[in-house]
């Protein structure tokens, strides 16, 4: 982009599509979301405090610290996590306090030893503008076409790496020297 399109406000940003609970209208990740240009939808369809890119199948669901009673074993919080990740099949779980502690690690690990096993990631988040950001990154990476980018990209770093290993190198050394030695000149003592 060129510094005349900068100051023309002409952007190639990624815009997209979130479905998000009506229970967080008022967050101000929505605010956040909207300021960005992407188009917001408000539904009682989904889980309460989910967010939901349609067109990158990711979902996430915050969870404020403050709010998790102080019995972690609460029944309430682990069926609601449970329903989000039957419904949704690239869950993430938004973890956020301003700062961790004692508590939050405990939660974390809770929900990881219960989930174990699961499609459903945690992440810890500090504050809504960081929450936002992670959330667009990820069901950015995710969506088409970016998706077929990112894999395609990938794949051209593993042939570099497998083209400049080591180890292949070795292999293509060895496989030069059996074909160099004579076949049917060995006779096997007797």
Known sequence: MTMADQQKGISNSWQTTVIVSTSLQNHESA????????RVRFSDGVASGAF??????????????QEIPEPLENADLYEKIQKFVQVHRNCFLLLQ?????????????????????????ILP?????????????LAKATSKPHVDTVRDRMSLVRAH??????VWE???????????????SWTPGV
């Open 170 to 184: 070795l292999l293509r050394d060895i496989q030069t020297q059996m074909l160099a030695v004579p076949t049917g």
């Open 52 to 65: 939901v890119f349609p067109l990158s199948g990711s979902a996430f669901m915050l969870v404020v610290s």
């Open 161 to 166: 790496l497998i083209e400049r290993s080591p």
């Open 125 to 137: 988040v500090h504050c809504n503008a960081n929450m936002v950001k992670g959330m667009l990154t």
């Open 31 to 38: 605010r956040l979301l909207s300021a960005q240009q992407h």
């Open 97 to 121: 306090a301003p700062m961790f502690g004692k508590k939050e690690w405990d939660v974390m690990a809770a929900v990881q030893t219960r989930f174990f096993g699961s499609n459903l990631r």
